[in-house]
Each structure stands twice: as C-alpha cells, then as structure tokens.
Nanobody, 111 residues
Framework: QVQLVESGGELVQVGASLRLSCAAS????????MGWYRQAPGQEREWVAT???????MYPDSMKDRFTIRRDDAKNTLYLQMNSLKHEDAAVYYC?????WGQGTQVTVSS
C-alpha cells in the first residue's frame, strides 16, 4: 500500500510555470508506474502524464509540449512541471500509483 500526498498547487497567472509534487509514504514508488491526472469542475478526470518505473514518459498530445513528469525514487516523490499555463489548465491535480490516488492539489489560473 502506498499513500500519496500532492502539493504545490496555487493561484498563478496565465503564462506562469508551476511545479507540483506528490510525496509517497508507506511504500516505495520505485516499482510503480506513476501518473498525473486532473479534474476541472463539471468535467471528467483527465489523464495528464505517465512515467514508468523505468523512466519512460508519456503524455497526451495536447500537453506534451508544456508539461514534464519526473520521478525521484530516492526521495519517493513524483513531480509535474507545468509551463505556459492556460486558463484551461485550472483543475484539481491528482497523482496515481497503480490503484492508489492522492487527495489532489488545486491549480487556479487567472488573467
């Protein structure tokens, strides 16, 4: 079992950058494929990025130019670097390891 806690979400302006973190506890993340997802109000949860245990990264085409997923297994932490943020990036961002989810961190983007 792994416990995940996201952080780093905040109110930023359009065009800003933000880095989210997902700290894991109770178990090492080293063997897990990890992912970031997001959910805006009234919308379904959306896949943002995935990184395998071996470090292979995958993104939807709409996000691959602005978002970067990274893992630091020594720190048991997953990261999401987001650049050139847009209004439509505003959402609650969740990290995932297999069937385990964090509680989410809110990203708000203002003009």
């Amino acid at each position: 079992q792994v416990q995940l806690v996201e952080s780093g979400g905040e109110l930023v302006q359009v065009g800003a950058s933000l880095r989210l973190s997902c700290a894991a506890s109770r178990s090492s993340i080293s063997g897990y494929t990890m992912g970031w997802y997001r959910q805006a109000p009234g919308q379904e949860r959306e896949w943002v990025a995935t990184i395998t245990a071996g470090g292979k990264t995958m993104y939807p085409d709409s996000m691959k130019d602005r978002f970067t997923i990274r893992r630091d297994d020594a720190k048991n932490t997953l990261y999401l670097q987001m650049n050139s943020l847009k209004h439509e990036d505003a959402a609650v961002y969740y990290c995932r390891a297999d069937s385990y989810w964090g509680q989410g961190t809110q990203v708000t983007v203002s003009s």
